[in-house]
C-alpha cells in the first residue's frame, strides 16, 4: 500500500523558515517524480513545486520561487520542502503527492494527508 | 501562472449526468496531454478521478469520463449517486514546466 506521511508543519512567524519533511512507503520511491501542493484555508489546490526523480529537474510556483527550496533523498525514501521568509498568505494545508512517473508532468496520483502550516504573528 | 477556469458550483439529481468544464489556454490544457481531475470530500486528500486527460485510474467508477477540446477540458459524471457530491479540481502542466490547478467546482446532488 502506498503511503505519503509529511510531518514539519506548525505555526511560525512572518519571515520566520519550516521544513516540511514527506516519508514515502510502499512503492519504490527513486521512480517517480514527486510534487508538493497545498490548500489554503477554504480555498482550492495550489501547485507549489515538482523534483523529478533524480533531482535534476525542480520547478516552483511563481509565488514561491526564491523562498521555498525541494529537494529529496532517495536513500531515505523523503521528500522536503524548505521554506523561507514565510508569509502570512503560505498559510495551508501542504501535501506532498506522487507523480505517475519520472517526471513532475506526470499527474500527481497518491497524496498524503496533509501538513498544517500557519505563519502569523 | 493562472489558474484555470472552472464553474464554482453545478448540481444535478441522483441518476442524472452532469458535465464539469475546465478552461485554460494553449499554455497549459491545450498544449498538453497531461491533464487530471480529483475529487475531494471535506476533510479528505484529494483522489485522482482522471488522468492524461481521458483515462481513469484502476478502482475508480466508469460513471466517470474525461475529454478534451481545445483548451477546455470536460469531466462527466453520468449515473449521479449522493457519494459524488464533493469539490472538483482539474489540473494541467504547462509550457513553464509547472502545473495548475483550477479553483473547483462544488458538486451537489440535489
Known amino acids: 500500500e502506498v503511503q505519503l506521511v509529511e510531518s514539519g508543519g506548525g505555526l511560525v512567524q512572518p519571515g520566520r523558515s519550516l521544513r516540511l519533511s514527506c516519508t514515502a512507503s510502499?512503492?519504490?520511491?527513486?521512480?517517480?517524480?514527486m510534487h508538493w501542493v497545498r490548500q489554503g484555508p477554504g480555498k482550492g489546490l495550489e501547485w507549489v513545486s515538482g523534483?523529478?526523480?533524480?533531482?535534476?529537474?525542480?520547478e516552483y510556483a511563481d509565488s514561491v520561487k526564491g523562498r521555498f527550496t525541494v529537494s529529496r533523498d532517495n536513500a531515505k525514501n523523503s521528500l522536503y520542502l524548505q521554506m523561507d521568509s514565510l508569509r502570512p498568505d503560505d498559510t495551508a494545508l501542504y501535501f506532498c503527492?506522487?507523480?505517475?512517473?519520472?517526471?513532475?508532468?506526470?499527474?500527481?496520483?497518491?497524496w498524503g494527508q496533509g501538513t498544517q502550516v500557519t505563519v502569523s504573528s | 501562472q493562472s489558474a484555470l477556469t472552472q464553474p464554482a458550483s453545478v448540481s444535478g439529481s441522483p441518476g442524472q449526468s452532469i458535465t464539469i468544464s475546465c478552461t485554460g489556454s494553449s499554455s497549459d490544457v491545450g498544449g498538453y496531454k497531461y491533464v487530471s481531475w480529483y475529487q475531494q470530500h471535506p476533510g479528505n486528500a484529494p483522489k485522482l478521478i482522471i488522468y492524461?486527460?481521458?483515462n481513469r485510474p484502476s478502482g475508480v467508477s466508469n460513471r466517470f469520463s474525461g475529454s478534451k477540446s481545445g483548451n477546455t477540458a470536460s469531466l462527466t459524471i453520468s449515473g449521479l449517486q449522493a457519494e459524488d457530491e464533493a469539490d472538483y479540481f482539474c489540473s494541467s502542466y504547462t509550457r513553464s514546466t509547472t502545473r495548475v490547478f483550477g479553483g473547483g467546482t462544488k458538486l451537489s446532488v440535489l
Open positions: 503527492a506522487r507523480a505517475r512517473g519520472g517526471h513532475f508532468r506526470y499527474s500527481p496520483d497518491q
Open positions: 510502499g512503492f519504490s520511491f527513486l521512480d517517480y517524480a
Open positions: 523534483i523529478n526523480w533524480n533531482s535534476d529537474n525542480l
Open positions: 492524461e486527460v481521458s
